[in-house]
């Protein structure tokens, strides 16, 4: 019993050492954010919002959250309507090669980023396309559809048929049928797979230096080439903003999830 006490409290210790390591390097950037001195030294000597001033006034920074923004709101929007017909066509029908196309729609979240980013980059190649921002957004709906499929499609799983067989017998078509029962139950996995699509856009860096261009510059991309030429306090402030929006936005569809869970089947 003394053995499986000491057995726990170590596991407890490694525990809180493994998030000390991880989270203090975060911790670290949003401190030094405020930091009014040009150089991170400990402790600080005042609080200033002056990085932030700079921030928003650097053209460059303010075109690539653009970029980003519009590239994520783009990707969920097409991972969204890809997955919730999928899930669709996955749950309800059966078809010859169903689990076949399942499992290739579903595939990239087994296969590394680097992989995937290379294998499109030298598809293109061979196609003797050029990259684009079409690319960039084709690329993310890759990375972002299996998320969306999943969560639509286990909630599509908790839905009755019988409600939509309900529906039809008294009238309703199919496009009816979807809009007044079967979206409104699906309402929560689709808000949810939205926003975690929009959140893995927006924060993806491996697969994006491989299909970005200079003028498609996203966040973490402009990150990654303002750490190889210098250390600007600068990017304490953008790293800052992209912990904030890449926290605040899970938590959003976990919290729109919850509210809408009494649309229960």
């Known amino acids: 019993m003394r053995r499986s006490s000491i057995g726990w409290k170590l596991i407890r210790l490694h525990t809180i050492l493994v998030y000390i390591f991880m989270f203090t390097p975060i911790v670290v950037v949003i401190v030094l954010a405020f930091n009014p001195k040009q150089f991170g030294i400990f402790p600080m000597e005042g609080f200033s919002f002056r990085w932030f001033v700079k921030l928003a006034q650097n053209d460059s920074i303010i075109d690539a959250f653009k970029n980003s923004l519009i590239l994520g709101g783009l990707t969920a929007v097409l991972s969204t309507s890809i997955g919730i017909m999928a899930a669709l066509a996955f749950i309800r029908f059966d078809f010859r090669g169903k689990n076949t196309i399942n499992t290739l729609l ?150 729109l999830s919850r509210k809408f869970t009494n649309l229960k089947a």
């Open 106 to 255: 579903l595939s990239p979240i087994m296969i590394p980023e680097v992989v995937l980013g290379v294998a499109l980059l030298l598809f293109l190649r061979f196609l003797q396309q050029p990259k684009s921002f079409a690319l960039l957004l084709i690329g993310h709906v890759v990375l972002t559809l299996p998320y969306v499929l999943l969560i639509v499609q286990a909630r599509l799983v908790g839905i009755k048929k019988e409600y939509e067989e309900a529906a039809k017998s008294l009238g309703a078509n199919g496009f009816q049928t979807f809009m007044e029962v079967t979206f409104p139950l699906l309402l929560p996995a689709i808000l949810a797979g939205a926003l975690f699509s929009f959140t893995i856009s927006f924060d993806d860096i491996t697969a994006t230096l491989f299909w970005a261009t200079a003028e498609n510059q996203t966040v973490p991309v402009k990150i990654f080439s303002m750490l190889r030429n210098s250390i600007s306090p600068e990017i304490n402030a953008l790293g800052t903003v992209m912990i904030v929006m890449t926290v605040a936005t899970p938590l959003l569809a976990g919290y």
